[in-house]
Nanobody
Framework: VQLQASGGGLVQAGGSLRLSCAAS????????MGWFRRAPGKEREFAAR???????????YYADSVKDRFTISRDNAKNTVYLQMASLKPEDTAVYYC?????????????????WGQGTLVTVSS
């Protein structure tokens, strides 16, 4: 199983970026997928998650720090999850990681996610 994250780069404050995470080796349509980030000198933290398709409990959830600015979505036909980031701030600078759980979990904990991408760097200049 591989998760390949892409789309990071350098952007000015107030700008937008879209991250993509393409999965291979396993279909994740019914599994929760998420985005986490690690800022310089900090621990990896939760950013957003989207639940699997076909369950009674479905939806998206965001960390307070990104709510109303970031949008997570998934395209099950492409086995891909996206993170649309808008109104970016310098404090959003981090390596962003996509992750996949096994099953439809409703957790933001790093240790609840089984598969991880390699990370893509987002740098927001002021």
């Amino acid at each position: 199983v591989q998760l390949q994250a892409s789309g990071g780069g350098l952007v000015q404050a107030g700008g937008s970026l879209r991250l993509s995470c393409a999965a291979s080796g396993r279909r994740f349509a019914r599994d929760t997928m998420g985005w986490f980030r690690r800022a310089p000198g900090k621990e990896r933290e939760f950013a957003a998650r989207v639940t699997g398709t076909g369950w009674s409990a479905v939806g998206t959830y965001y960390a307070d720090s990104v709510k109303d600015r970031f949008t997570i979505s998934r395209d099950n036909a492409k086995n891909t999850v996206y993170l649309q980031m808008a109104s970016l701030k310098p404090e959003d600078t981090a390596v962003y990681y996509c992750a996949a759980a096994l099953g439809n979990i409703v957790s933001s904990r790093v240790d609840q996610y089984v598969y991880w991408g390699q990370g893509t760097l987002v740098t927001v200049s002021s």
